[in-house]
Structure formats: C-alpha cells, structure tokens
C-alpha cells in the first residue's frame, strides 16, 4: 500500500513562488517515478512533471522553464518549485505514482490571482 501526502498549496500573486511537497509511504518510492498532475475546474487532470528514480525529469510545454521537480529519496519526498506563476497554473495539484495500482495523493489546492 502507497500513502501519498500533499502540502504547500496557497493563494498567490501572479509572478510569485510556491513550493509543493509530496510525502510518500512505502519501499516503492526509491525505484518509482514521481508524477505531478493539476486538474483546474471544469477541466481535464493533466501531467505537469514527471520525475524518475534518478532524478531525471520531463515537464508539460506550459511550465517549462518555471516549474522543477526534485526529489529527496532520504525523505521519501517528492518537490514542485513552482516559479512565475500565472492565473492559468490555477488547480488542485496531485502527487501521483503507478505500482500495479494508481495511487493519488489527496491534492493541494494552488491559486494564482492576477
């Protein structure tokens, strides 16, 4: 079984920071690739960022260059440092991982008012 925990959510200012946090439960998590979705309203759950067991990663066209994942697998701790953030990066964001199961953290709410 996988536990996935979410923090760091917020209201902020178009141009400013924010940095999520996903907590994971499990051995899984050292060989397991780390996804972030956001799902805003009335739309569609899509991938922003994907992160492999040895750091490497690949990000959705729309926050390349402002979002980086990271990952501390001491911690069992997945990271979104989230950067010049606009109105449209507006949803609930989720951690995400497939073990022979999807497993979904319970989403982090992040507003970028302009």
């Known amino acids: 079984q996988v536990q996935l925990v979410e923090s760091g959510g917020g209201l902020v200012q178009a141009g400013g920071s924010l940095r999520l946090s996903c907590a994971a439960s499990?051995?899984?998590?050292?060989?397991?690739?780390m996804d972030w979705y956001r799902q805003a309203p009335g739309k569609q759950r899509e991938l922003v960022a994907r992160?492999?067991?040895?750091?490497?990663?690949n990000y959705a066209d729309s926050v390349k260059g402002r979002f980086t994942a990271s990952r501390d697998n001491a911690k069992n701790t997945v990271y979104l440092q989230m950067n010049s953030l606009k109105p449209e990066d507006t949803a609930v964001y989720y951690c995400?991982?497939?073990?022979?199961?999807?497993?979904w953290g319970q989403g982090t709410q992040v507003t970028v008012s302009s």
């Open positions: 992160i492999t067991s040895g750091g490497s990663t």
């Open positions: 499990g051995s899984i998590f050292r060989i397991a690739i």
């Open positions: 995400h991982v497939f073990a022979n199961q999807h497993y």
